[in-house]
């Protein structure tokens, strides 16, 4: 029988996303958006992020993190500004309401990091994390080259 990947890695993710979802709801929040905290809270002071980087951190859509960050945007968790540059654009930073969480969110997150981590041996996190990043490229890759396609059918 052949290995089917595709069906493995939703496992794990549906797994990990489970696990997200029950921490973040103590506070009321989603995995997605305890990772966006964490994320806007481990950047360095002077560096703006935009809905964009949010949407390439996270690999998600547009309509996905606008979504998202509307609604941490309702609970105070984050503002939005307008850029300087340009007056489209909005510059995302945590609010204090976020920056309390973080604590816990980095505790979390190492914790659950470490566990998944300790579950293989040193010789088989290699190896993972080495085709994890082989196989993330050749979709990116992929996905690349359908937009192209797509946006030439277009024209």
């Known amino acids: 029988m052949t290995e089917n990947i595709i069906h493995a890695i939703k496992i794990v993710s549906n797994q990990l996303s489970r696990k997200m979802n029950k921490f973040a709801k103590q506070f009321g929040l989603t995995g997605v958006q305890i990772q966006i905290i964490d994320y806007l809270n481990h950047l ?6 935009y ?4 949407e390439h951190e996270f690999n998600i859509r547009r309509s996905t993190a ?5 609604k941490m ?9 307008v850029s300087p540059s340009d007056s489209r654009i909005k510059i995302i930073s945590a609010l204090p309401k976020a920056e ?10 190492a914790e659950t990091n470490t566990d998944l981590l300790n579950s293989i041996s040193t010789f088989q996190r290699r190896g993972f994390l080495k085709a994890l990043n082989k196989i ?5 890759t992929e ?4 937009h192209k ?4 059918h277009h024209l």
């Open 136 to 140: 993330s490229n050749e979709l990116t």
């Open 143 to 146: 996905e690349k080259k359908e």
């Open 100 to 109: 309390e969480l973080q604590p816990q969110i980095s505790q979390f997150l």
């Open 149 to 152: 396609n797509e946006t030439e």
């Open 51 to 54: 809905q964009k980087d949010v």
């Open 73 to 81: 945007e309702e609970n105070q968790l984050i503002m939005r500004n």
């Open 44 to 49: 360095p002071q002077n560096q703006f992020v």
């Open 66 to 70: 606008t979504s998202v960050l509307q």
